[in-house]
């Protein structure tokens, strides 16, 4: 497993605005997660994307990855207040763990 | 079907005293990862077991913390003659297989707190 490096750190828009973080990886990958955490609470698994795919949507989310580049993004469309949270990507090699990195902590105000 | 328990939500220990932490993973999960997070921190890998074995370890301080996941009950997390650097917040995940992990499943941590 590795861990994968989000930036921005922390990321204000206000409602209604689309929200992009992205992430970057340093070695192969099969698949990468994106994972949400409201303050104080555990982690919410929100979307995988598989190394064969480029873009994967799910509701106001859009996840795109580049191989090529070791990197992806995850864009939230039409945000609302309720997305305020961090967020973190995690690339997995087919190990038996998943290594997170620092988040992007989002605020998004009303 | 529960998710991930974990409990107590909340724990406050005095210097030097004991801290037990428990976690019951999904129904039919056999793999069990603790973490812990500092605040405004990311989650930092802490060990990785199976029932019965400790898999990973490589994330655990050497001294005064312990992990276990026996064949019956919960996971526990043991943390000895605490001091005010443990405070954080202690999160356990389970996934029901081991290699190319596709989806963790977390709890809602124990916020553990040392006087």
């Known amino acids: 497993s590795q861990q994968g490096e989000e930036d921005p750190q922390a990321l204000s828009i206000q409602e209604g605005e689309n929200a992009t973080m992205n992430c970057s990886y340093k070695?192969?990958?099969?698949?990468l997660q994106w994972y949400r955490q409201n303050s104080g609470r555990g982690l919410v698994h929100l979307i995988l994307?598989?190394?064969?795919?480029r873009e994967k949507h799910s509701g106001r989310l859009r996840v795109t990855l580049d191989t090529s580049k070791k990197s992806s993004s995850l864009l939230i469309t039409a945000s609302r207040a309720a997305d305020t949270a961090s967020y973190f990507c995690?690339?997995?090699?087919?190990?038996?763990?998943?290594?997170f990195g620092g988040g992007t902590r989002l605020m998004v105000k009303p | 079907n529960a998710g991930v328990m974990q409990n107590p939500r909340h724990l406050v220990r005095r210097r030097g005293q004991e801290a037990r932490l428990r976690c019951s993973p999904m129904k039919g999960h056999s793999h069990v990862y603790w973490y812990r997070q500092l605040p405004e921190e990311g989650l930092k890998f802490m060990v990785y077991?199976?029932?019965?074995?400790?898999?990973?370890e490589s994330g655990m301080p050497k001294e005064r913390f312990s992990a276990e996941f026996p064949k019956e009950g919960p996971s526990i997390l043991r943390i000895q003659q605490v001091v005010r650097g443990d405070s954080a917040a202690y999160f356990c995940a389970s996934s029901p297989s081991a290699q190319g992990i596709e989806k963790l499943f977390f709890g809602s941590g124990t916020q553990l707190s040392v006087l």
């Open positions: 995690v690339g997995n090699n087919a190990g038996n763990m998943l290594t």
């Open positions: 994307i598989r190394s064969n795919e």
């Open positions: 070695t192969s990958i099969n698949n």
């Open positions: 077991l199976q029932k019965e074995n400790i898999i990973d």
